[in-house]
Protein backbone atom coordinates (compact mmCIF):
# COMPACT_ATOMS: atom_id res chain seq x y z
CA UNK A 1 0.00 0.00 0.00
CA UNK A 2 1.20 3.54 -1.25
CA UNK A 3 0.17 6.57 1.52
CA UNK A 4 1.33 10.10 1.08
CA UNK A 5 0.01 11.74 4.43
CA UNK A 6 0.17 15.34 4.73
CA UNK A 7 -0.34 18.32 6.71
CA UNK A 8 -1.88 20.85 3.79
CA UNK A 9 -1.04 18.80 0.21
CA UNK A 10 1.34 19.30 -2.12
CA UNK A 11 3.18 22.50 -0.82
CA UNK A 12 6.38 22.90 -2.04
CA UNK A 13 8.69 20.52 -4.62
CA UNK A 14 9.86 18.30 -1.98
CA UNK A 15 6.49 16.71 -1.50
CA UNK A 16 5.58 17.22 -4.97
CA UNK A 17 8.80 14.99 -5.97
CA UNK A 18 8.23 12.23 -3.11
CA UNK A 19 4.46 11.94 -4.38
CA UNK A 20 6.62 11.52 -8.01
CA UNK A 21 8.44 8.80 -6.66
CA UNK A 22 6.11 7.01 -4.66
CA UNK A 23 3.89 6.63 -8.20
CA UNK A 24 6.65 6.02 -10.53
CA UNK A 25 5.07 7.94 -13.35
CA UNK A 26 4.65 11.58 -14.14
CA UNK A 27 1.46 13.49 -13.09
CA UNK A 28 0.14 14.35 -16.71
CA UNK A 29 -0.55 10.37 -16.42
CA UNK A 30 -2.33 9.72 -13.48
CA UNK A 31 -5.65 11.09 -12.52
CA UNK A 32 -6.66 12.79 -9.30
CA UNK A 33 -9.92 12.18 -7.66
CA UNK A 34 -10.21 14.84 -4.75
CA UNK A 35 -12.65 13.95 -1.61
CA UNK A 36 -13.49 17.10 0.17
CA UNK A 37 -15.98 15.40 2.30
CA UNK A 38 -14.47 16.55 5.87
CA UNK A 39 -14.99 20.26 4.56
CA UNK A 40 -18.43 19.94 4.82
CA UNK A 41 -18.81 20.48 8.48
CA UNK A 42 -16.54 23.88 8.25
CA UNK A 43 -17.44 27.01 9.30
CA UNK A 44 -15.93 30.44 7.78
CA UNK A 45 -14.05 31.35 4.90
CA UNK A 46 -12.48 27.98 2.52
CA UNK A 47 -9.16 29.67 1.57
CA UNK A 48 -7.36 27.01 2.30
CA UNK A 49 -9.90 24.36 0.86
CA UNK A 50 -9.07 26.59 -2.55
CA UNK A 51 -5.69 26.41 -2.23
CA UNK A 52 -5.25 22.65 -2.01
CA UNK A 53 -7.21 22.56 -4.96
CA UNK A 54 -5.10 25.22 -6.95
CA UNK A 55 -1.88 23.36 -5.96
CA UNK A 56 -2.89 19.87 -7.40
CA UNK A 57 -4.15 21.74 -10.89
CA UNK A 58 -0.48 23.53 -10.91
CA UNK A 59 1.23 19.58 -10.70
CA UNK A 60 -0.61 18.70 -14.18
CA UNK A 61 -2.83 15.92 -13.20
CA UNK A 62 -3.82 14.73 -16.52
CA UNK A 63 -7.51 14.79 -14.75
CA UNK A 64 -8.78 16.17 -11.24
CA UNK A 65 -12.10 15.18 -10.26
CA UNK A 66 -14.33 16.24 -6.93
CA UNK A 67 -16.26 13.50 -5.11
CA UNK A 68 -17.98 14.15 -2.32
CA UNK A 69 -18.85 11.15 -0.69
CA UNK A 70 -21.90 11.94 1.61
CA UNK A 71 -23.67 13.90 -1.07
CA UNK A 72 -24.43 11.45 -3.70
CA UNK A 73 -25.17 7.81 -3.48
CA UNK A 74 -22.87 5.19 -4.08
CA UNK A 75 -23.26 4.10 -7.74
CA UNK A 76 -22.50 7.67 -8.56
CA UNK A 77 -19.40 8.19 -6.82
CA UNK A 78 -17.87 4.53 -7.00
CA UNK A 79 -17.13 4.25 -10.41
CA UNK A 80 -15.62 8.09 -10.23
CA UNK A 81 -13.45 6.54 -7.88
CA UNK A 82 -12.48 3.45 -9.95
CA UNK A 83 -11.18 5.71 -12.99
CA UNK A 84 -8.51 7.60 -10.90
CA UNK A 85 -5.30 6.31 -9.99
CA UNK A 86 -5.11 8.88 -7.00
CA UNK A 87 -7.87 9.34 -4.29
CA UNK A 88 -6.69 12.23 -2.37
CA UNK A 89 -8.96 13.10 0.97
CA UNK A 90 -8.80 16.55 1.98
CA UNK A 91 -8.79 18.22 5.10
CA UNK A 92 -11.24 19.65 7.60
CA UNK A 93 -13.08 17.81 10.31
CA UNK A 94 -11.70 14.21 11.08
CA UNK A 95 -14.84 12.63 12.72
CA UNK A 96 -17.46 13.81 10.03
CA UNK A 97 -15.13 12.25 7.53
CA UNK A 98 -14.68 9.06 9.08
CA UNK A 99 -18.32 8.73 9.90
CA UNK A 100 -19.04 8.80 5.96
CA UNK A 101 -16.16 6.85 5.19
CA UNK A 102 -18.09 3.98 7.26
CA UNK A 103 -22.03 5.57 6.52
CA UNK A 104 -20.90 5.08 2.89
CA UNK A 105 -19.40 1.76 2.53
CA UNK A 106 -16.14 3.38 1.01
CA UNK A 107 -13.95 2.04 3.81
CA UNK A 108 -14.14 -1.57 3.43
CA UNK A 109 -13.60 -1.17 -0.09
CA UNK A 110 -10.32 0.92 0.55
CA UNK A 111 -7.94 -1.67 1.02
CA UNK A 112 -8.99 -3.61 -2.59
CA UNK A 113 -8.97 0.04 -4.26
CA UNK A 114 -5.29 0.93 -2.99
CA UNK A 115 -4.01 -2.34 -4.78
CA UNK A 116 -3.60 0.24 -7.40
CA UNK A 117 -3.94 3.59 -6.16
CA UNK A 118 -2.22 6.34 -4.18
CA UNK A 119 -3.90 7.22 -0.73
CA UNK A 120 -2.99 11.17 -0.19
CA UNK A 121 -4.12 12.40 2.62
CA UNK A 122 -4.23 16.28 3.73
CA UNK A 123 -4.82 17.12 7.73
CA UNK A 124 -7.97 15.35 8.82
CA UNK A 125 -7.16 12.71 5.66
CA UNK A 126 -4.27 12.25 6.85
CA UNK A 127 -5.69 11.19 10.42
CA UNK A 128 -8.05 8.68 9.67
CA UNK A 129 -5.23 6.42 7.66
CA UNK A 130 -4.40 5.30 10.92
CA UNK A 131 -5.91 2.52 13.68
CA UNK A 132 -7.31 4.93 16.33
CA UNK A 133 -8.31 8.13 15.84
CA UNK A 134 -8.10 8.40 19.73
CA UNK A 135 -10.84 11.48 20.22
CA UNK A 136 -10.32 12.60 23.65
CA UNK A 137 -6.39 12.79 22.78
CA UNK A 138 -6.91 14.97 19.69
CA UNK A 139 -9.90 16.58 21.16
CA UNK A 140 -7.34 18.50 23.35
CA UNK A 141 -5.09 19.66 20.29
CA UNK A 142 -8.05 20.02 17.33
CA UNK A 143 -11.27 21.13 19.49
CA UNK A 144 -13.36 19.81 16.65
CA UNK A 145 -17.19 18.80 17.16
CA UNK A 146 -16.90 14.97 17.17
CA UNK A 147 -19.63 13.74 15.26
CA UNK A 148 -21.24 10.24 15.86
CA UNK A 149 -19.01 7.04 15.71
CA UNK A 150 -19.13 4.26 17.58
CA UNK A 151 -15.73 3.53 18.41
CA UNK A 152 -12.14 5.26 17.91
CA UNK A 153 -10.96 3.15 14.98
CA UNK A 154 -9.42 4.67 11.76
CA UNK A 155 -8.69 3.04 8.35
CA UNK A 156 -5.82 1.51 10.08
CA UNK A 157 -3.58 1.40 7.35
CA UNK A 158 -0.75 2.62 9.30
CA UNK A 159 0.81 1.82 12.56
CA UNK A 160 1.22 5.60 13.88
CA UNK A 161 -0.68 8.69 14.17
CA UNK A 162 -0.41 12.15 12.43
CA UNK A 163 -0.61 15.37 14.20
CA UNK A 164 -0.53 17.98 11.01
CA UNK A 165 -0.14 21.65 11.24
CA UNK A 166 2.20 21.39 13.86
CA UNK A 167 3.55 24.90 14.92
CA UNK A 168 0.55 26.00 12.93
CA UNK A 169 -0.68 29.77 14.32
CA UNK A 170 -4.51 28.76 13.24
CA UNK A 171 -3.53 25.89 15.73
CA UNK A 172 -2.18 27.29 18.81
CA UNK A 173 -2.40 24.21 21.08
CA UNK A 174 -0.36 22.29 18.59
CA UNK A 175 3.14 22.76 19.61
CA UNK A 176 5.84 20.39 21.43
CA UNK A 177 4.44 20.75 25.05
CA UNK A 178 0.65 19.90 24.00
CA UNK A 179 1.78 16.91 21.80
CA UNK A 180 3.90 15.59 23.77
CA UNK A 181 1.66 15.54 27.10
CA UNK A 182 -0.73 13.95 24.67
CA UNK A 183 1.77 11.43 23.44
CA UNK A 184 2.15 10.32 27.15
CA UNK A 185 -1.48 8.39 26.37
CA UNK A 186 -0.57 6.60 23.20
CA UNK A 187 2.14 3.54 22.72
CA UNK A 188 2.61 3.77 18.99
CA UNK A 189 4.75 6.75 17.22
CA UNK A 190 3.57 9.90 16.68
CA UNK A 191 4.42 12.32 13.84
CA UNK A 192 4.04 16.20 14.15
CA UNK A 193 4.19 17.63 11.16
CA UNK A 194 3.97 21.39 9.81
CA UNK A 195 2.02 22.60 6.77
CA UNK A 196 5.83 21.87 4.55
CA UNK A 197 5.78 18.42 5.63
CA UNK A 198 4.69 15.12 4.68
CA UNK A 199 5.16 11.22 5.55
CA UNK A 200 5.55 8.66 2.62
CA UNK A 201 4.23 5.10 3.01
CA UNK A 202 5.41 2.60 1.07
CA UNK A 203 4.71 -1.11 2.12
CA UNK A 204 6.21 -1.34 5.20
CA UNK A 205 8.94 1.60 4.89
CA UNK A 206 8.41 5.10 6.57
CA UNK A 207 10.29 8.66 4.89
CA UNK A 208 9.46 11.78 6.32
CA UNK A 209 9.70 14.34 3.41
CA UNK A 210 10.17 17.96 4.73
CA UNK A 211 10.95 22.13 4.21
CA UNK A 212 9.58 22.68 7.20
CA UNK A 213 9.71 21.08 10.62
CA UNK A 214 8.54 17.76 12.31
CA UNK A 215 9.13 15.77 15.04
CA UNK A 216 8.29 12.18 16.16
CA UNK A 217 6.61 11.34 19.71
CA UNK A 218 7.21 8.23 21.44
Known amino acids: ?52 YSNCKKLGFASID ?9 DIW ?11 FGGGNTYYLMSWLKKS ?7 E ?20 LRMSTSQK ?4 KVFPLKDDSGLGFVNFHVRPHFNSKFFPKLITKHIQESAKEITEPVYAIDDNTAIVFNGNKIEVVSEGKWKKFN
Not at 113 to 132: E, F
Open 1 to 52: MKLLLTSAGFTNKSIANAFLRLSGKSFNKLNLVFIPTAADVEDGDKDWLITD
Open 141 to 144: LYSE
Open 66 to 74: IVDISAVPQ
Open 113 to 132: LLRTRIYVGISAGSMVATKN
Open 105 to 111: GLEKMLT
Open 78 to 88: LPRIKKADVLL
